[in-house]
């Protein structure tokens, strides 16, 4: 029912940033994007998927301790899309990152897009 791809990832210098975008799409796209929260996770080489960001229906957002006060994240529902605005980036943060918005019967994820912190 619903497709979600990420973009915007890539290789930056340690302190840089970046925004990265996911776009859900499909035929229920509009209702799902507009009444779950939607949440961003990441994944570096051989460790476990971290749960990084989230935002709910009414705007309000959470992050996990180590990117707090670098990472915002928001929601645009005119374009069904998420993002996450990424400053002050660290080696640490080198990982591929994945959106996701799961609800009472579905868990949607999206192919994920790789960012690289590397001086």
């Known amino acids: 029912q619903v497709q979600l791809v990420e973009s915007g990832g890539g290789l930056v210098q340690p302190g840089g940033s970046l925004r990265l975008s996911c776009v859900a799409s499909g035929v229920a796209s509009r209702r799902i994007f507009s009444a779950n929260p939607v949440t961003w996770h990441r994944q570096a080489h051989g460790k476990q998927r971290e749960w990084v960001a989230g935002?709910?229906?009414?705007?309000?957002?959470n992050y996990v301790d180590s990117v707090k006060g670098r990472f915002t994240i928001s929601r645009d529902s005119a374009v069904k899309t998420v993002y996450l605005e990424m400053n002050s980036l660290k080696p640490e943060d080198t990982a591929v990152y994945y959106c996701?918005?799961?609800?009472?019967?579905?868990?949607?994820w999206g192919q994920g897009t790789l960012v690289t912190v590397s001086s």
């Open positions: 935002i709910t229906t009414e705007g309000l957002t």
């Open positions: 996701n918005i799961n609800t009472r019967i579905s868990n949607y």
